[in-house]
C-alpha cells in the first residue's frame, strides 16, 4: 500500500473560517431574535391599553366590593392607584395591579376630564378630602396625592378619557380609553395622525 508524502498543509478549517462562521451564525441569530421579539408601535399600544383596562376594571371592582374610594393618579409616561383610607389619600401598594406601572418611553398619556384639558385639576380634586391637621403634618413633607380620576364604592367613575400616544407630531399613533361614568371602559382603534 503506497504511503502519501505529506503535503504542507494539513486538512481541516483555519481559525480565521472557523471565526467567520461564528460570526455569521451570530448576525442571522441577533437578526431572528429582534424580529420575532420586537413589537410594532401599534401593537404595544394595543398592549398598554388594553393592560389599563383590565387594570381599571380590576380597581373598580374592588372599590365596589370593599366599599372604599379609589383614584387614578396620572403621569406623563406612568399611572398609579390610590384609596381614600377616611382620613386620607394613600398610594395602593395591594393589589399588586395597583401598584404604579411605567409605560414604554415611547409612550405618553394624555387626560380629557368632562371635557377639560388634562392639565387642569380635576373639579372633584379641588375639594377637601383631608382635615387640617393632616395637612399640616404633610406640609414639612411631600404634598398630598390628588387622584384626577375617581372610582367611587357606589359603581360611579368620573368621566374621563385617556389618550396613549406613540411617535412623533408627524406620524402619531393613539389609542383613546375612557368613561362616561360606569364600567367597562370603552377602548377606541388605533389612529394615525399625519
Known sequence: ???????????????????????????LATTVVLNFSGDSPEQQLKKESERFQQVFQFIAETAM???????????????SFVYYDGEKWLLADEPKAAEGYELAENIRLQLELEG?????????????????????????????VLPQVFIL??????????????????????????????????????????
Open 153 to 194: 364604592s357606589s359603581g360611579e367613575i368620573s368621566p374621563f378619557r385617556l389618550t396613549f400616544h406613540i411617535g412623533d407630531r408627524l406620524d402619531r399613533l393613539s389609542q383613546t380609553v375612557g368613561t362616561d361614568f360606569t364600567i367597562p371602559l370603552n377602548r377606541s382603534d388605533v389612529t394615525t395622525a399625519r
Open 1 to 27: 500500500m503506497p504511503l502519501l508524502a505529506p503535503t504542507g498543509r494539513q486538512p481541516g478549517f483555519t481559525l480565521l473560517e472557523v471565526m467567520l462562521v461564528m460570526l455569521l451564525i451570530g448576525l
Open 65 to 79: 366590593l370593599k366599599q372604599q374610594e379609589w383614584g387614578l393618579v396620572l403621569q406623563e409616561n406612568s399611572y
Open 116 to 144: 377639560l384639558p388634562g392639565a387642569e385639576l380635576s373639579l372633584l380634586s379641588q375639594l377637601n378630602w383631608q382635615d387640617d391637621d393632616a395637612l399640616t403634618e404633610t406640609n414639612n413633607e411631600q404634598p398630598p
